[in-house]
Each structure stands twice: as structure tokens, then as C-alpha cells.
């Protein structure tokens, strides 16, 4: 379920991941569960993002591996799940933000589901 604390915590982590995370060659995909955290994780998100960008530093982005990967990170009561890819090579310019999805993922689907 879409709460309003999972689209808050999205919020905060993809503004401190835009902040601290200026890294051209790539693209994020963020998916935070925020759990029963508190509103006061900004010293947590700045080691979060130095995170990030250590674990960028570790690939290529003309020998990237496939599947792409994925990390999580548990910052006190919040789960922060990042995928990353590769940008194609024209691509590779710095545009202010590198997480890709701006909002949480969420789907909807219309009807019942079912084999029938």
C-alpha cells in the first residue's frame, strides 16, 4: 500500500541522493519501506549517500554487469533498496539528479485478478 510516511521517506532519501550523489555515468532506482522510523535521519542519509558513492565507484559503465545490481541499506527502522544502470555513453552528462524515479513505484491494477 501507498502510505503518505513511504512517499514522505522516498522523498527524503531521493533529495539527499540528488544532493550527495553527482555521479554522471549512472542512474538509480530507489524503493524505501520506512517502517516505524522517526522524522530525524538527515546525519544517516549523508552516510547513505557517501555509501552510494563508494559502491558506484566500483563499476564500469562500458562493462557494466547484467543483471544490474541491486543494495539495500537499514538505516535505523528504514529499508532503502537501490538499483543502479549504466547510462548509454552520449548520455553521460550531469543532469541534477541521478535517482530515476522521482515518486515511489506503485501499481494499480483496475478489476479483480485472477486466472478466469
Known amino acids: 500500500m501507498l502510505s503518505p510516511e513511504k512517499v514522505e521517506w522516498h522523498e527524503k532519501v531521493r533529495n539527499a541522493l540528488n544532493a550527495e550523489v553527482r555521479n554522471p555515468d ?3 532506482h530507489i524503493d524505501v519501506e520506512p517502517g516505524a522510523a ?25 562493462d557494466f554487469p547484467d543483471p544490474a545490481p541491486e543494495r539495500a541499506w537499514r538505516h535505523d527502522d528504514v ?15 550531469w543532469r541534477g539528479e ?19
Open 26 to 28: 549512472f542512474i538509480l
Open 38 to 62: 522517526d522524522d530525524e535521519l538527515h546525519v544517516e542519509l549523508e552516510e547513505l549517500a557517501g555509501e552510494v558513492n563508494r559502491w558506484l565507484a566500483d563499476f564500469d559503465p562500458d
Open 79 to 93: 529499508l532503502i533498496e537501490v538499483g543502479v544502470g549504466a547510462k548509454l555513453e552520449g548520455a553521460r552528462v
Open 98 to 116: 541521478i535517482v530515476l524515479n522521482p515518486f515511489p513505484a506503485f501499481a494499480y491494477f483496475p478489476g479483480e485478478l485472477g486466472a478466469g
